[in-house]
Structures are given as structure tokens and as C-alpha cells.
């Protein structure tokens, strides 16, 4: 069946270092979102990507989707301890579903 | 405006039993969906229903149903519940498919 990894599934990262999570899906996406899910919370709306090769900013988070629209990163620079919690990558297969990545769990130390 | 809204927040019950959940989406959303998320995984997707009619149906047995109703809320029944049915059941609303989806802060179901 369709799936999403994402890695790592754990990070710990000192406070000011920059943090990456990566996203693959088995099958090409028409589109792909991520969304960050902080302890006892629920999933919450960051970006979508749709076109091949894409490229978001949001303050200190860039989004990539690539080029074969089967995978995508998201890099935070100079974390903060507000960065703290889960990324998940949801990706949109084509049909009407979105399959949720099995996220990165982030840690800042202070 | 208000957000997503789920009912009840938490819910205990025993094996055999049914459930019922229930979501009202943000106001203007025509697009509800459903999702399983049990503890250190990401959510699983089990329905999504647009203008009331099923449109996506994730891979979840005949026990999981859903409806929506005119006003786009909508509630989630479990039929037979088993352990493995704990989790925590999210709503997601959105303005339709491939938009943002929009989570309220989900039941926590569980099974004894």
C-alpha cells in the first residue's frame, strides 16, 4: 500500500542549530502538507507544496518538495525551544485521502 | 470564529461496545475527515466526507462508519469496539479536498 516515511524519527538538537526532517512517499503526490503537532496537541496546519521542485519560506522554516513530487524536507534554522514537538508530512496520493507521515519528533535542549 | 469542535473530549468503554463521536467544522467548510492517531504515530486516515457524501474511505474495517449532515457536522460511530480501537480520534475540517485541514483537539477513547 501507499506510504509515507518520515527520518529521522527522533532529534535532540542544542538551542540555535538548525533541524531537518525528511519525507518520502512510495507513490508520486499531487500535493503534499506539513504540520506540526506539539505534546498532548493536535496537528496543525504549517504549508502546502504543489508543484515539482517547489520551495517555501516561512520565517525560519524553508519547505522543499522534490522534483519527482516523492519527497520533501523541511529545515528549521537556529531552532528555538518553541520548535518543540512533532512534524508530520502529509501527502496527497490523488485520491481523496491524505496520507500522514510517521513524523519527527523534535527536542530543543536550552 | 470558532474552530473545529469535537464531543466528548474523553470516553472510556468496555469491548463490545459502540461509539459515537462527533465534529462541527470550521463555519463555511463543506469538507469533514476523520482520522485514528494511537500514541507515537501519526494520524491514520479512516473517512473524509464532502457535501455529505463519502468520499474517501481509508483502511479501517465495516465497524468504522460516518455521516455527515446539511449543516456539514458529522459523527463517526465504532461498532464492536476491541482494545486496538484506543486511540485518539481526530476531525479535520477543510474548505475541499487538497486544502489546508484544519484539527480540532480530537476524543480520546478508551477501551477496557
Known amino acids: 500500500g501507499q506510504q509515507v516515511m518520515q527520518i529521522p524519527q527522533y532529534q535532540h538538537v542544542q538551542e540555535g542549530e538548525d533541524f531537518t526532517t525528511y519525507c518520502n512517499s512510495s507513490t508520486t503526490l499531487s500535493n503534499i502538507q506539513w504540520y506540526k503537532q506539539r505534546p498532548g496537541g493536535h496537528p496543525v496546519f504549517l504549508i502546502q507544496l504543489v508543484k515539482s521542485g517547489e520551495v517555501k519560506k516561512q520565517k525560519r522554516l524553508t519547505f522543499q518538495f522534490g522534483e519527482a513530487k516523492k519527497n520533501s524536507s523541511l529545515h528549521i534554522t537556529a531552532t528555538q525551544t518553541t520548535d518543540v514537538g512533532t512534524y508530520f508530512c502529509a501527502g496527497h496520493p490523488g485520491t481523496y485521502k491524505y496520507i500522514f507521515g510517521t513524523g519527527t519528533r523534535l527536542k530543543v535542549l536550552a | 470564529d470558532a474552530g473545529v469542535t469535537q464531543s466528548p473530549t474523553h470516553l472510556i468503554k468496555t469491548r463490545g461496545q459502540h461509539v459515537t463521536l462527533r465534529c462541527s467544522p470550521i463555519s463555511g467548510h463543506k469538507s469533514v475527515s476523520w482520522y485514528q492517531q494511537v500514541l507515537g504515530q501519526g494520524p491514520q486516515f479512516i473517512f473524509q466526507y464532502y457535501e455529505k457524501e463519502e468520499r474517501g474511505r481509508g483502511n479501517f474495517p465495516d465497524r468504522f462508519s460516518a455521516r455527515q449532515f446539511p449543516n456539514y457536522s458529522s459523527e463517526l460511530n465504532v461498532n464492536a469496539l476491541l482494545l486496538g480501537d484506543s486511540a485518539l480520534y481526530l476531525c479535520?475540517?477543510?474548505?475541499?479536498?487538497?486544502?489546508?485541514?484544519?484539527f480540532g483537539d480530537g476524543t480520546r477513547l478508551s477501551i477496557l
Open positions: 479535520a475540517s477543510s474548505s475541499g479536498d487538497r486544502q489546508p485541514q484544519h
